[in-house]
């Protein structure tokens, strides 16, 4: 996520990395969040063309596991752990 609050709902280990994400899948999730958006995504990852090296969820919901309120977010996928660098 791009998101700090999101991320540090997960835990207090938090790690700054850059992605390595060429070329990517965009999708938009129109606001909505994981439990609304996962069949179509599950859909989506199961026919993935070979040329995409990970993927990006704009306009994503998560309130994470502890947080109250949801918060629009940016979520990253990658396919490999190759492609992250921890900052």
């Known amino acids: 996520t791009d998101n700090k609050e999101v991320a540090s709902s997960f835990g207090k280990n938090l790690k700054s990395a850059n992605l390595d994400i060429t070329n990517p899948l965009v999708l ?3 606001g909505k969040d994981y439990s ?3 069949n179509k995504l599950n859909d989506i990852v199961g026919k ?3 040329k ?3 993927i ?3 306009n994503y919901v ?3 596991i502890s947080t109250r ?3 629009k977010s940016t979520q ?3 396919f490999n752990t190759t492609q992250i660098h921890l900052i």
């Open 28 to 30: 938009d999730a129109k």
């Open 36 to 38: 609304q958006y996962k």
């Open 48 to 50: 993935l063309d070979a």
């Open 52 to 54: 995409y090296d990970g």
């Open 56 to 58: 990006i969820i704009n």
């Open 62 to 64: 998560d309130g994470g």
């Open 69 to 71: 309120d949801p918060i």
């Open 76 to 78: 990253y996928v990658v």
